[in-house]
């Protein structure tokens, strides 16, 4: 067998699972879903000797995504025809209807001499990757001819992974140069080309422009990976679980195809790459779901929901343990071993991601990792998540360098404030996957602070588009797995403006609002929570029948979900809603539309009314996740000790914790509690036994240099960042170079006697 067989063969492996056994029941349901699926599609194949188009919806007209679709329908069938154990395996008369299909786009739509019209990935990537798969699947009946034709095709629209076809010296980046690597990649293996195969390996690190794209680096602005984590896409956009998901796919699929061949890649620093699972993508994954609170547009995809992004994800991690080095391999099968067993993960996996997953799940060597508890701040793209053994929450910001949404495609026509500050809380493996984007009311996201003014579809006037407020201040400071984060709100297209702060600890997350002003004479709320839930609401003790109400309340508790505490009492608004809509209505993009068939769930909506034209307005309130009645009712052991635009704070700490937290957001110098700042930064103090730790960040950007003062001893310095001077004592002052830091969090710990080195 020829080199280039053996990658033709790893390559269709990847498509079709191969070898697995059809008759192992765990095959059952995915080869069911291909029959199903690849049936349907013959079906409403047109064979007709006149036809214009190969189905009746996409008929060729002059839409881009009608030629894609097209071609990735063809992929579906081609894949059920090369798949052991389906309906249509190794059948010659749909192997004949294929190929003449192909024909049929190539003399039609897709060939060297066509120009793009339209949306350039489906040219460029959409038809040229399900054409390059269809040619591995189907290799053995292709005509050479045949082939040479629709390798033109490919290299007219994806000549290389480094330039945009469509326009003059536009490199790609990020998830699109991936996307490319791989499809060169697959058309030299194809084609028999080592040159093509060798300029895709080189693509992946950039060669042709000295690295400046590499996948295999970390930036510091615009698209990629940032050393903190965070992954970047369309300049300004959160996007790991999206793009960043695309990306791991491609890569991960290219290493693994090349590996022990003559093009393997080699670039050393492909360790970004292996570094980014457990820096970028781990965080985001809550029981093999990927968090919505980075995938940007695509949570307006009905077809494709927070499981199947997980999905996604943990399979090009189980790819890429294939070719990986220890620890990396045992650790990405141990993770995703966990992830798939707590998941949903082969409820609707394909059939060569199940052969993954089973060989996974039957190796007795690999422990399963458990939940993680943690707390991350990814400065560079303005998203925080709190991880606890049986919860997470995930919070998205947005400022002049982060957008607050992305839309377009039509697609993400109710963005809005996706980025205003809301909160997930993830208590379940439900909540926003069982149709929550079309429900719920999008004016009312989870801890957002809205002007209620009416806003009309979120759209932009060509392609993608993305929205950025003027506000420089998003972000935190993390020590210990705590975390504290504050987002200076300038509301896009209103008046109003806010200071939030969110403290996150072992059982509660505090959230905070001051300076609410607005001018505009309209209503301004703060959303407490807004759940798709039937759960029963009891307030105060005092279970809710009504379906609308208000009181002023201490607590209130949502039946399955937790409790929220309001310190010294606020007057809370309560609706019990069903909310009924589809997915089409947010989404109706030409080969990403949802479905228009309605869907209904029931909401429970808590919030504050503000009312019209507030001027410093403040609001107090605690999540306190899977917390019982009896218990949200009882809690105590956190203390607002400010809440002002200068200042918001807190002390939490019990007895039997062991340590006692300080947390606070300073937007001025300032003192609060034991503490006191020089200049506006996020701070975190925690005391344990004689040590005491701190970390200090500048959300805003704006500050070259914070000076810390305690109000409590501290003798000695165990340990600090390079940036933090300490000088201990009495009252010890801690100074900190905050300038060029780009809101990343520094450390320090100190003793409460003399520490002594050795």
Same mark, same amino acid.
């Given at each position: 067998?020829?080199?280039?067989?053996?990658?033709?063969?790893?390559?269709?492996?990847?498509?079709?699972?191969?070898?697995?056994?059809?008759?192992?029941?765990?095959?059952?349901?995915?080869?069911? +879903?291909?029959?199903?699926?690849?049936?349907?599609?013959?079906?409403?194949?047109?064979?007709?000797?006149?036809?214009?188009?190969?189905?009746?919806?996409?008929?060729?007209? #002059?839409?881009?995504?009608?030629?894609?679709?097209?071609?990735?329908?063809?992929?579906?069938?081609?894949?059920?025809?090369?798949?052991? =154990? !389906?309906?249509?395996?190794?059948?010659?008369?749909?192997?004949?209807?294929?190929?003449?299909?192909?024909?049929?786009?190539?003399?039609?739509?897709?060939?060297?001499?066509?120009?793009?019209?339209?949306?350039?990935?489906?040219?460029?990537?959409? !038809?040229?990757?399900?054409?390059?798969?269809?040619?591995?699947?189907?290799?053995?009946?292709?005509?050479?001819?045949?082939?040479?034709?629709?390798?033109?095709? @490919?290299? +007219?629209?994806?000549?290389?992974?480094?330039?945009?076809?469509?326009?003059?010296?536009?490199?790609?980046?990020?998830?699109?140069?991936?996307?490319?690597?791989?499809?060169?990649?697959?058309?030299?293996?194809?084609?028999?080309?080592?040159?093509?195969?060798?300029?895709?390996?080189?693509?992946?690190?950039?060669?042709?422009?000295? #690295?400046?794209?590499?996948?295999?680096?970390?930036?510091?602005?615009?698209?990629?990976?940032?050393?903190?984590?965070?992954?970047?896409?369309?300049?300004?956009?959160?996007?790991?679980?999206?793009?960043?998901?695309?990306?791991?796919?491609?890569?991960?699929?290219?290493?693994?195809?090349?590996?022990?061949?003559?093009?393997?890649?080699?670039?050393?620093?492909?360790?970004?790459?292996?570094?980014?699972?457990?820096?970028?993508?781990?965080?985001? &994954?809550?029981?093999?779901?990927?968090?919505?609170?980075?995938?940007?547009?695509?949570?307006?995809?009905?077809?494709?929901?927070?499981?199947?992004?997980?999905?996604?994800?943990?399979?090009?991690?189980?790819?890429?343990?294939?070719?990986?080095?220890?620890?990396?391999?045992?650790?990405?099968?141990?993770?995703?071993?966990?992830?798939?067993?707590?998941?949903?993960?082969?409820?609707?996996?394909?059939?060569?991601?199940?052969?993954?997953?089973?060989?996974?799940?039957?190796?007795?060597?690999?422990?399963?990792?458990?939940?993680?508890?943690?707390?991350?701040?990814?400065?560079?793209?303005?998203?925080?998540?709190?991880?606890?053994?049986?919860? !997470?929450?995930?919070?998205?910001?947005?400022?002049? +360098? &982060?957008?607050?949404?992305?839309?377009?495609?039509?697609?993400?026509?109710?963005?809005?404030?996706?980025?205003?500050?809301?909160?997930?809380?993830?208590?379940?493996?439900?909540?926003?996957?069982?149709?929550?984007?079309?429900? @719920?009311?999008?004016?009312?996201?989870?801890?957002?602070?809205?002007?209620?003014?009416?806003?009309?579809?979120? @759209?932009?006037?060509?392609?993608?588009?993305?929205?950025?407020?003027?506000?420089?201040?998003?972000?935190?400071?993390?020590?210990?797995?705590? #975390?504290?984060?504050?987002?200076?709100?300038?509301?896009?297209?209103?008046?109003?403006?806010?200071?939030?702060?969110?403290?996150?600890?072992?059982?509660?997350?505090?959230?905070? =609002?001051?300076?609410? *002003?607005?001018?505009?004479?309209?209503?301004?709320?703060?959303?407490?929570?807004?759940?798709? *839930?039937?759960?029963?609401? *009891?307030?105060?003790?005092?279970?809710?029948?009504?379906?609308? #109400?208000?009181?002023?309340?201490?607590?209130?508790?949502?039946?399955?979900?937790?409790?929220?505490?309001?310190?010294?009492?606020?007057?809370?608004?309560?609706?019990?809603?069903?909310?009924?809509?589809?997915?089409?209505?947010?989404?109706? =993009?030409?080969?990403?539309?949802?479905?228009?068939?309605? @869907?209904?769930?029931?909401?429970?909506?808590?919030?504050?009314?503000?009312?019209?034209?507030?001027?410093?307005? *403040?609001?107090?309130?605690?999540?306190?996740?899977?917390?019982?009645?009896?218990?949200?009712?009882?809690?105590?052991?956190?203390?607002?000790?400010?809440?002002?635009?200068?200042?918001?704070?807190?002390?939490?700490?019990?007895?039997?914790?062991?340590?006692?937290?300080?947390?606070?957001?300073?937007?001025?110098?300032?003192?609060?509690?034991?503490?006191?700042?020089?200049?506006?930064?996020?701070?975190?103090?925690?005391?344990?036994?004689?040590?005491?730790?701190?970390?200090?960040?500048?959300?805003?950007?704006?500050?070259?240099?914070?000076?810390?003062?305690?109000?409590?001893?501290?003798?000695?310095?165990?340990?600090?960042?390079?940036?933090?001077?300490?000088?201990?004592?009495?009252?010890?002052? &801690?100074?900190?170079?905050?300038?060029?830091?780009?809101?990343?969090?520094?450390?320090?710990?100190?003793?409460?006697?003399?520490?002594?080195?050795?």
């Amino acid at each position: 067998m020829t080199e280039f067989a053996t990658l033709r063969a790893k390559a269709t492996a990847l498509l079709t699972g191969a070898p697995f056994d059809p008759a192992d029941p765990a095959f059952a349901a995915p080869l069911a +879903r291909l029959d199903t699926s690849a049936k349907a599609l013959r079906e409403a194949l047109d064979l007709s000797p006149n036809r214009t188009s190969l189905w009746p919806d996409l008929p060729l007209k #002059g839409a881009s995504a009608d030629i894609s679709s097209s071609h990735q329908r063809i992929r579906t069938l081609a894949t059920a025809w090369a798949t052991p =154990g !389906s309906a249509l395996h190794g059948n010659s008369g749909l192997a004949t209807q294929l190929l003449g299909a192909l024909d049929f786009l190539y003399a039609r739509a897709y060939n060297e001499t066509k120009r793009e019209v339209g949306n350039w990935w489906h040219w460029e990537i959409g !038809s040229a990757r399900a054409l390059t798969d269809t040619c591995l699947l189907m290799y053995d009946v292709i005509s050479a001819e045949q082939r040479a034709a629709w390798i033109r095709a @490919v290299d +007219r629209f994806c000549p290389n992974p480094d330039r945009r076809t469509n326009l003059t010296n536009f490199s790609e980046t990020g998830a699109n140069r991936a996307d490319k690597a791989l499809i060169v990649a697959l058309r030299g293996i194809v084609g028999d080309d080592a040159a093509k195969v060798a300029l895709a390996r080189d693509g992946l690190s950039d060669l042709r422009d000295g #690295g400046r794209n590499t996948l295999f680096g970390y930036v510091t602005s615009r698209d990629g990976f940032y050393a903190d984590g965070s992954f970047v896409q369309h300049d300004t956009v959160a996007y790991t679980g999206s793009y960043g998901v695309v990306l791991l796919q491609s890569v991960s699929a290219v290493l693994g195809l090349l590996g022990g061949s003559s093009w393997e890649v080699s670039d050393p620093k492909r360790s970004v790459i292996l570094d980014a699972v457990e820096r970028t993508f781990a965080p985001w &994954i809550h029981d093999g779901l990927m968090m919505d609170s980075v995938r940007g547009r695509a949570v307006s995809r009905g077809g494709h929901r927070d499981h199947d992004a997980g999905r996604d994800t943990v399979d090009a991690i189980l790819q890429l343990a294939t070719g990986a080095p220890e620890p990396y391999a045992t650790r990405f099968k141990e993770l995703a071993k966990g992830w798939i067993g707590r998941g949903r993960f082969l409820d609707r996996a394909g059939i060569a991601a199940t052969a993954r997953a089973r060989t996974l799940l039957a190796d007795t060597r690999l422990t399963p990792a458990p939940r993680p508890v943690g707390h991350h701040v990814f400065a560079d793209m303005d998203r925080v998540v709190h991880r606890r053994e049986s919860w !997470s929450f995930a919070l998205s910001l947005d400022s002049k +360098r &982060i957008a607050g949404y992305e839309c377009g495609n039509g697609e993400n026509y109710r963005a809005w404030y996706q980025g205003d500050g809301v909160t997930y809380l993830y208590t379940d493996l439900d909540h926003y996957s069982a149709d929550y984007w079309p429900t @719920v009311n999008s004016y009312r996201l989870p801890g957002t602070t809205v002007d209620t003014r009416h806003r009309d579809p979120a @759209v932009s006037v060509s392609g993608t588009g993305t929205f950025r407020p003027k506000n420089a201040w998003a972000g935190g400071a993390v020590l210990d797995g705590y #975390g504290v984060a504050g987002l200076e709100l300038m509301a896009m297209g209103s008046t109003l403006t806010a200071r939030k702060s969110w403290i996150c600890l072992d059982d509660a997350v505090v959230c905070l =609002g001051t300076g609410i *002003t607005s001018t505009d004479g309209r209503t301004i709320e703060t959303i407490v929570e807004n759940r798709g *839930t039937t759960g029963a609401l *009891t307030v105060d003790g005092v279970l809710q029948q009504g379906h609308e #109400g208000s009181s002023t309340s201490s607590w209130a508790h949502l039946e399955g979900v937790g409790g929220y505490v309001f310190p010294g009492g606020a007057p809370l608004r309560m609706l019990r809603e069903v909310r009924t809509d589809s997915w089409r209505a947010i989404n109706d =993009g030409a080969d990403t539309g949802g479905t228009p068939v309605p @869907v209904s769930r029931e909401y429970v909506t808590l919030w504050f009314d503000h009312g019209a034209n507030p001027s410093g307005a *403040t609001y107090a309130y605690l999540l306190l996740p899977h917390a019982t009645a009896e218990q949200t009712a009882a809690f105590s052991g956190v203390e607002v000790l400010a809440n002002t635009a200068e200042v918001q704070a807190v002390h939490a700490g019990r007895g039997g914790q062991g340590h006692r937290l300080f947390a606070a957001t300073f937007w001025a110098a300032g003192s609060a509690g034991e503490v006191t700042a020089s200049a506006p930064c996020a701070v975190l103090v925690r005391r344990a036994g004689d040590r005491v730790s701190l970390a200090v960040s500048d959300p805003s950007r704006t500050v070259d240099t914070v000076t810390l003062t305690l109000g409590h001893p501290a003798h000695g310095v165990v340990r600090a960042d390079d940036t933090v001077t300490v000088q201990p004592g009495k009252n010890p002052t &801690i100074t900190v170079k905050l300038a060029g830091s780009r809101g990343h969090t520094h450390t320090a710990e100190l003793t409460v006697g003399r520490h002594r080195e050795g």
